[in-house]
């Protein structure tokens, strides 16, 4: 394919994604429905690009953020009225393209951890791997550095993109959630090692264009974000229900509260808001809930990550709307007309 037709091909997609972000993304925030509040606003005038975001496994008031690529490995804790409490340097770390993060306790030894993945691939495959770095949470909220233990990754079928990681908080094991086109959710494996790169490997589907994705602090659920909404699943891969999210200029990020019976998300941009959003009772896990196998134990032949509900997940878990799929259709005649123009000018 000769150098023309490649930089077409990389132009194309380049204006796809923006073009998506330019017809789904408004000026500012809207005004919230009917179960969306804004939480807080951003004031610390270094988060200007929040991409992942995680509430305290165990300091109340307490919210994490870190900001996107060509950022310092660096991490916020922020409190219930926006302000910035405290700023780790994370020691050990790259920041490559930090993309999302997660909190959780360790099922085993009860330890605070945080999680900050470094998975953004924006070539769909230029790395050879991808590196997420645990972090033992500070005891105490105030300025300091923070050593990491790093773990790299590679994708059992081939590189890509990615915004989103989850762990489940009864087994610990970690999830990355590509986004694509047709994303995919990947496990990890049950042990990870550090002396080489772990594999990850698909089971389960994801929506189209996943920016980030969170487990309910019981484990009950997972939630997958979108620019256009937010979908609920349970540990099986089965859709429970399609939320509504609040208009933002870029959504990036998703976490749960503690409690389980909310969802907050973020955007990108200086003083960017953090809303909270009411997950509907029907989606809510029942007072004593059934056992159902997690994705983890599904990990090997990932063409059925648990139930016979697969199917539907398949077909409606994409997470659209009639309105979205304009959105896209409009995204794709750019591209080809970028397509067409850059390869005439450089025949």
Not at 13 to 26: D, I, K, Q, R, S
Not at 108 to 136: H, K, M
Not at 173 to 189: H, N, Q
Not at 226 to 236: D, K
Request: a positive charge; one cysteine or more; glycine letters at 8%.
């Amino acid at each position: 394919m000769g150098d023309g037709v490649m930089r077409a091909l990389a132009a194309a997609g380049a204006v796809a994604m923006a073009t998506c972000v330019l017809f789904t993304v408004p000026a500012r925030a809207a005004v919230a429905d009917e179960g969306m509040e804004k939480l807080f606003t951003f004031k610390d005038p270094k988060i200007t690009e929040s991409s992942g975001l995680a509430v305290s496994p165990t300091h109340a008031d307490i919210y994490y953020t870190h900001n996107d690529s060509s950022a310092s490995p660096t991490f916020y804790a922020v409190d219930g009225k926006g302000r910035t409490r405290a700023t780790f340097q994370v020691r050990g770390a790259q920041a490559r393209d930090w993309e999302a993060m997660a909190a959780t306790k360790d099922p085993a030894t009860g330890q605070a951890t945080l999680w900050f993945a470094d998975i953004g691939d924006n070539l769909n495959g230029a790395w050879p791997d991808v590196s997420i770095y645990r972090v033992v949470e500070p005891q105490t909220i105030k300025d300091a550095t923070l050593p990491a233990t790093r773990y790299r990754f590679r994708y059992a079928d081939g590189g890509r993109n990615a915004e989103g990681i989850m762990i489940n908080p009864k087994t610990g094991r970690l999830y990355v959630v590509s986004k694509e086109f047709s994303g995919s959710v990947y496990a990890a494996p049950k042990k990870l090692r550090t002396d080489k790169p772990n594999v990850l490997r698909k089971v389960a589907t994801a929506p189209l264009m996943a920016t980030d994705a969170a487990y309910a602090p019981d484990g009950s659920s997972y939630v997958i974000r979108t620019y256009f909404s937010a979908t609920l699943y349970r540990p099986s891969g089965e859709m429970i229900s399609r939320v509504s999210m609040p208009e933002l200029k870029q959504a990036e990020s998703i976490a749960y509260t503690a409690d389980g019976k909310y969802l907050l998300t973020g955007t990108e941009g200086p003083r960017s808001p953090v809303y909270r959003v009411t997950i509907p009772a029907t989606a809510r896990p029942a007072t004593t809930p059934t056992p159902s196998p997690t994705v983890a134990a599904r990990q090997a032949p990932a063409k059925d990550p648990g139930t016979a509900s697969q199917a539907a997940v398949e077909a409606g878990a994409t997470g659209l709307t009639a309105k979205d799929i304009l959105i896209w259709i409009a995204a794709a005649a750019t591209a080809l007309g970028t397509i067409t123009f850059i390869a005439r000018r450089t025949r």
